[in-house]
């Protein structure tokens, strides 16, 4: 574990409520594994309190960045100084780097860190029939990530219609080829012809028993991938399981977004 000093690069994750948060353990391992000589620690904002803290961050010369996390990633956006294309397209941030003259810097690493996950366990997007349950903070970065994979189509469901519309339609007119559709939450009629679902809600972390959609409509030989990680198995990935699904736990997302995140900072190994 690394030993915080004057020297380390500080992070702050910026998380409404915060005891489910398991990520920071994540990073922090992968930074002790990379060498880097940095910490991140999770910190319970109250959104009335959001703009106040992300001023402070500006003012805390030994802070490197930030981690914006559930329910921040889209509020967050609003507040940046800067933002990559990435996140300027995708409409989220998910880390933010502190540059030197106390600016923010938002950026956004789900979907690319949701793309290589996949292909880090065998599986690749290109071609997919996809289904995303969500198109909030997460399901928007993924749903774009996996469109410019090459994913054949795109079915997007969200509890709030328009919201999965408004996505489908900015999928629609930056990745043409993709076919996209868009359905109520929980029908299961999305199911028809998907070979990879992704659920991007936060249905299965506070009640372990619920799950976004019934499977019973899905293929054996699909994918079930979920951006939980805790509880690491879900009882939508259970569901896939049993049902013979390759499954995806959503600590494969986060396990390649430390190394990007130390491009997007500067950070290097000690050694």
């Known amino acids: 574990m690394t030993e915080i000093t004057g020297e380390t690069a500080l992070l702050w994750m910026f998380t409404h409520p915060v005891r489910h948060v398991r990520g920071s353990v994540i990073i922090n391992r992968q930074f002790d594994a990379m060498d880097v000589d940095a910490a991140i620690c999770p910190i319970h904002v109250l959104p009335e309190h959001l703009e106040f803290m992300m001023e402070a961050a500006r003012k805390t010369g030994n802070l490197a960045g930030l981690g914006l996390t559930k329910p921040y990633k889209i509020t967050g956006h609003a507040l940046m100084d800067h933002l990559t294309d990435a996140a300027r397209l995708q409409g989220a941030v998910n880390f933010v780097r502190r540059n030197p003259d106390g600016t923010l810097t938002g950026h956004n690493l789900d979907g690319e860190g949701f793309v290589a996950g996949l292909s880090a366990n065998g599986v690749s997007a290109a071609g997919r029939n996809v289904l995303v349950i969500g198109t909030g903070g997460v399901g928007r970065p993924i749903a774009f990530s996996l469109a410019e994979a090459g994913v054949a189509s795109l079915a997007l469901a969200n509890r709030t219609r328009s919201s999965a519309e408004a996505l489908a339609d900015d999928i629609s007119r930056h ?62 990935l259970r569901a896939a399981s049993a049902k013979g699904c390759k499954i995806i736990t959503g600590d494969a997302m986060l396990a390649p977004q430390p190394a990007l995140l130390c491009a997007f900072l500067g950070l290097q190994p000690r050694s």
């Open 175 to 236: 990745y043409a080829p993709v076919r996209t559709a868009v359905f109520d939450f929980a029908d299961e009629a999305a199911l028809e012809g998907v070979d990879l679902v992704v659920n991007a809600t936060s249905v299965g972390m506070t009640d372990p028993d619920a799950q976004p959609i019934s499977l019973e409509l899905l293929s054996p030989e699909a994918v079930v991938a979920d951006v939980i990680i805790n509880p690491r198995m879900t009882t939508l």
